[in-house]
């Protein structure tokens, strides 16, 4: 059998987690794309990516749309946790020098399910 990058993918940036929450297959996918960016690899769409979960045997529940048991590992989940919340950035290197040129933020962003807006405090518990 012919190892393909997605089975690199999920050797390198899934591991067994039985007793945790898993993961959606939106986040399976956005670290897949961390991944693809970091190993220079052209990441495939996301019907062939659901397909290829499947083909490589990881469980999917509530049709399709969780990857129970487990959890993300190694350097793509820290690219993937740092991008998927903070707007991003772009390196260009004009005339040899290196500037970080951000890009314009949406004018609006929605919270994280659980956390509070941006400059929105949560309030502190009674005493």
Known sequence: MTKTPLDDFLHECLAPDPDGDGL????VYGLYLSWCGLERFAPVGGRAF??????ADVRLEHHGSTCPGVRMTGPAACDYLIHRELPLAVLEAPAGALQLIPHTAPEHV????????AGVRAAAPAA
Do not use: I, N, S
Not at 24 to 27: A, H, L, P, S, T
Not at 50 to 55: D, F, I, Q
């Open 24 to 27: 959606g297959v939106e986040e």
């Open 110 to 117: 929605a919270p994280l399910p659980g956390r509070p807006a």
């Open 50 to 55: 659901r397909a290829g979960l499947r083909a």
